[in-house]
């Protein structure tokens, strides 16, 4: 087993300690630990007490019928204080959402910050706050987004696609209200796609909640955002482009399946595309530091685009 | 580690902890189990070890040594040891919930469940029941372990970069005040000492690894810094308007940003646009295609017509 085994034991006994009768299942989920796993610990921890190790020394543990007791553990049956990173993780995460409309005005926040400072000691308090981790203005449409999903009501809303550049109408059944990467999202059952969508909150146009329960079906599953909340599926086109220096952010900006240095800063990205479109209108922003390589036929549409535009300036100029 | 070594630690602990009056090396051979009763180099050698692993999971082992004693005394104090007791109201417990969840990657994510594993073991109640809001933030920039470690311990870094536009990586020598999120991409902020002044990095531009320099304790971060303006700072630039006309029925988006909106009589209307950057306002026209064109000012519109012409070949 890893070498986070002691620190685990170190919180395991005192959390046995002060939840007598604590259930084997229970214990091995909020462990992240498989029963068998917690057994092991358990028999572990039996074996190990005071020094001289005569049986009135060591550890007590029983686990007969799944309820855990322990007993002659004093000497831990405290948890070991919070490290700097520890306690820093939860303070730079409280402080950010201090900056959702949500809590701004709750004194619970500044509560719990006081409290986790005071018992985290100096070190943490500096760091914490040198770590900072900013969120934008909450877009106006939030605020009645995330009660409409706390209270389960459907939502009819008006949302711009910039892909497309269009305002599409859409009825939706929230399921939660995420925030990635510093943008807040709506994630709900889209009627119009049949299937889960992720909303930009500040690209809905309107919003209505309507009075009609969110009855999203079975299979309504929330997406799990780890990687992102954009993943490109399987079935997308594959485009290759070419950018220069002045174009490499589109690597660091989109999600690309392949990204090869060409040297003095030049870089070729692979990018799945669902609409081509999307990809054109990319084009025509990169200009001169960024050339559609594959597939020629993209190429073609991004040099058609460009003539139309080009015609308006001969016109005006 | 080892089942056997990890029993051996658990008693060490324990056995520190238990003790009232230091305890020299020779003492803990005795009374730990697993240690080298015959050699003295071996056992030496594992309780340095033990020592030290005990320090890294934040174990504060005392070293006492008296002036007619040769031999050091170690223990555990309890009250540096501890958690001390905190409670936690209702709502206090759902929002250290929340809060634990937020970040995705290993070293803050590891950090945070064992923040909130030790405050359940204290007996707190964290409530985890399903939030309707999630909120997470990502750290997934190589550098960000590394400048992490170097804010918390106060330390110099020296790291390769690549500006924005230019294509070669210089390195810079920087003592960090601190790491900032702003839509979704961390800046390290601080002093550059080559350049004798503060900067601000972006984190997805740093090349390679970040490597401490200089001695843990050794960056002072000034009275009264203000981070995030730093970073801010960055992004801002004088406003100007520009004169964009649209055709009709087209570009939502950039009708919703107008300023002002005037319908025209030929088919395309007028909006009026704010911007700071006219190269970042031309690649968002240029975007639009045929839908959108600038007539003024005259920098923004021939920076469309360079990027339609690129475009072109």
């Known amino acids: ?317 | 580690m080892s089942r056997r070594k990890t029993e051996r630690l658990l008693n060490l602990v324990i056995c520190l902890l238990a003790t009232h009056r230091p305890l020299s090396a020779e003492q803990i051979r005795q009374a730990v189990p697993g240690y080298d009763p015959d050699n003295d180099e071996a056992f030496q050698r594992m309780f340095e070890r033990d020592k030290n692993e005990l320090r890294e999971i934040g174990i504060p082992i005392e070293v006492h040594k008296d002036p007619w004693d040769d031999d050091p005394g170690y223990r555990i104090v309890r009250e540096a040891y501890e958690l001390p007791e905190i409670t936690l109201e209702h709502d206090e417990a759902a929002i250290i919930g929340l809060a634990a969840q937020v970040w995705q990657r290993a070293s803050l994510a590891e950090a945070a469940s064992g923040a909130l594993l030790k405050l359940r073991a204290g007996g707190v109640r964290a409530d985890l029941s399903p939030s309707p809001l999630e909120l997470r933030v990502d750290t997934r920039d190589p550098a960000f372990p590394p400048l992490w470690e170097a804010v918390r311990d106060r330390r110099a870094v020296t790291f390769g970069y690549r500006r924005a536009a230019g294509e070669s990586v210089l390195t810079r020598t920087v003592e960090p005040w601190g790491v900032v999120s702003r839509r979704g991409r961390w800046y390290v902020v601080g002093h550059d000492r080559d350049r004798g002044a503060s900067r601000v990095f972006r984190l997805s531009r740093i090349v390679g690894a970040v490597t401490p320099i200089g001695r843990p304790g050794s960056v002072t971060v000034p009275e009264g810094v203000d981070l995030r303006a730093m970073v801010g700072y960055q992004e801002m630039g004088v406003e100007r308007t520009a004169l964009i006309r649209v055709r009709r029925g087209t570009c939502l988006g950039l009708r919703r940003a107008a300023q002002e909106l005037r319908p025209g009589s030929d088919g395309w209307d007028e909006a009026e646009l704010t911007f700071s950057d006219a190269e970042w306002l031309a690649g968002w026209i240029a975007s639009l295609g045929s839908d959108a064109v600038v007539v003024d000012p005259p920098d923004a519109r021939e920076a469309v017509i360079r990027r339609l012409k690129g475009a072109l070949q």
């Not at chain 1, 948890?79 to 900056?99: F, H, I, N, Q, T």
């Not at chain 1, 959702?100 to 004194?107: I, R, S, T, V, Y």
């Not at chain 1, 309504?220 to 955002?225: F, I, K, Y």
């Not at chain 1, 240095?261 to 692979?270: A, K």
């Open chain 1, 1 to 317: 087993m890893s070498s986070d085994r002691l620190p685990r034991l170190l919180a395991l006994v005192p959390y046995l300690m002060s939840h007598p009768g604590a259930e084997v299942p229970e214990v091995a989920e909020l462990f992240g630990l498989s029963e068998k796993q917690l057994i092991d610990d358990l028999q572990l921890v039996w074996m190990c007490g005071l020094p001289g190790h005569t049986p009135g020394d060591l550890i007590d543990v029983s686990w007969d019928g799944g309820e855990i007791i322990i007993d002659n553990a004093d000497t831990i049956a405290r948890p070991l204080k919070l490290g700097v990173d520890e306690a820093s993780a939860l303070l730079v995460a409280l402080r950010m959402l201090g900056e959702l409309p949500e809590f701004k005005d709750m004194d619970v926040l500044g509560r719990v910050i006081a409290k986790l400072e005071s018992a985290a000691g100096e070190g943490a308090a500096t760091v914490s706050a040198q770590v900072q981790v900013e969120i934008g203005a909450a877009p106006g449409a939030h605020a009645a987004i995330t009660d409409a999903t706390r209270r389960r009501r459907r939502l009819s809303l008006r949302y711009y696609v910039p892909g497309r550049d269009e305002i599409t109408p859409r009825e939706v059944d929230p399921i939660r209200v995420v925030l990635v990467d510093g943008r807040h999202y709506l994630e709900g059952w889209c009627y119009r796609a049949e299937a889960m969508r992720m909303f930009r909150v500040d690209r809905i146009v309107e919003v209505e909640v309507l009075d009609v329960p969110a009855d999203p079906p079975a299979e309504a599953e929330p997406m799990d955002v780890a990687e992102g909340v954009f993943r490109p599926s399987e079935s997308d086109e594959l485009v290759e482009l070419e950018v220069t220096p002045m174009g490499r952010w589109v690597a660091e900006y989109y999600p690309c399946e392949e990204v090869a240095e060409l040297g003095e800063g030049r870089l070729r990205v692979t990018l799945r595309v669902r609409d081509q479109s999307w990809l054109v209108r990319l084009a025509l922003r990169l200009g001169e530091n960024g050339t559609v390589v594959a597939p020629p036929s993209l190429a073609e549409q991004v040099a058609d685009a460009a003539r139309q535009a080009l015609a308006n300036y001969e016109h005006v100029a």
